[in-house]
DNA sequence: GAATATCGATACACCCCCGTATCGAAAGTC
DNA sequence: GACTTTCGATACGGGGGTGTATCGATATTC
């Protein structure tokens, strides 16, 4: 979360093994038991560490979530770049199969479906982690725009809303995953709908 | 929850109406609050009636939800009819404008999100809520299809994914509302990808 | 009218968590 | 070694929910 100090400061360092710990029992707790299913206590138990050491860390629980999504999310890494088409697939690929490696699958939607009483909490995850995923396939629709596969009118949020959604809707309700096929048809249909008026779709 | 007696017992009959309101606060709360969110008192006073009230119907909170939910079991309307492109465009409507009058739009993400701590809840919740409406969104693409509108080898499970997924994903993170227009370019560009062509864009 | 059951209201003991404070020990810098 | 900071552990008051018990009032049956 924070970069070490260059010049070390007297006293005895923060333990990074002690912060990992907890990020991560914040992680497994929010997991099996949801925002409001545990608290600052139950971190520290489960991460085998001190309240106070949790609590000199992170000043509410809200703000050891949003470190902990943060921490598990990483940073969003940019499509291949080759084709618009490639790229769309392989940005719909890794939100079908990231999630899976990590816990994301279990704690995204919770967080997710906690919005109307935790407005905060939402508003900063999306802000650190959804808007620069987002970004990511709005500039690849806009490369689209660019080079004529898409009609020029199109709304970028808007077809980024349309293709994400599916896959997005999946990891929440768990109800089904996509195969590669399955994922061409939408990615397809939908350049298909946005090709340019009169011309012929690729 | 029980349909009274033929033959009444002696005392004082329990209130229809206390059963509803405690019901219906259950409802809300876990509209607004999640499960873990809330606990019999909540619901007791939010319904303007005596915990004891609450605890004398149902001896614990997940009684209380299993019933709420299940007096929450709303026949869905079937689509006007008229053409494919409105009746999807009413779909969506609905589902855009539902979660204010019903509450279930705005409970079953919740419900489905908590799925890892009641997953016989979640099974139930699929079966008599998500999976009839489901049916209603494929029912109007097969008649698509069969009057010539939408190309035959389209998927319409995916197809009902990717139209229902957007608005459905709005629901759940209340990121946004959209607009009527915005409802239609969803629509158009689903239903010009799928033209049975494939050449030209009306 | 007597008997019965529910009503709302209130009280109670119990438990859990919050957030802070305190403590001695440990791990660093000067 | 002196100083500083974090460590784990523990204790504490406060707040709030749980589930039960009790109370007088009310509604219904017999």
């Known amino acids: 979360m924070v970069s070490p100090p260059l010049v070390r400061k007297p006293g005895r360092p923060r333990s990074a093994q002690a912060e990992q710990a907890a990020l991560q029992a914040t992680l497994e707790l929010l997991a099996s038991h949801g925002v409001h299913g545990f608290g600052m206590e139950a971190v520290a138990n489960t991460?085998?560490?001190?309240?106070?050491?949790?609590?000199?860390?992170?000043?509410?629980?809200?703000?050891?979530i949003v470190d902990a999504l943060v921490h598990m999310k990483g940073e969003p890494a940019p499509p291949p770049g080759d084709s618009v088409?490639?790229?769309?697939?392989a940005l719909l690929r890794r939100m079908r199969d990231q999630p899976r490696k990590n816990l994301?699958?279990?704690i995204t939607p919770r967080i997710v479906a906690e919005g109307e009483c935790c407005p905060q909490l939402?508003?900063?995850f999306r802000d650190r982690v959804v808007r620069p995923r987002r970004a990511i396939f709005a500039a690849v629709l806009q490369r689209g725009i660019h080079s004529g596969g898409i009609r020029s009118d199109a709304d970028v949020e808007?077809?980024?809303?349309?293709?994400?959604?599916p896959p997005l809707t999946c990891n929440v309700s768990r109800a089904r995953v996509y195969r590669d096929e399955e994922l061409e048809f939408l990615v397809d249909t939908v350049l298909r709908g946005l090709a340019p008026s009169g011309r012929l779709a690729p």
């Not at 088409?85 to 697939?89: I, K, N, T």
């Not at 808007?158 to 959604?165: I, R």
């Open 122 to 124: 939402v508003a900063k």
């Open 85 to 89: 088409r490639g790229d769309l697939l």
């Open 158 to 165: 808007l077809v980024t809303d349309l293709l994400w959604s």
């Open 47 to 64: 991460a085998g560490v001190a309240k106070t050491t949790v609590y000199r860390r992170w000043p509410s629980k809200d703000d050891l």
């Open 104 to 106: 994301a699958l279990r």
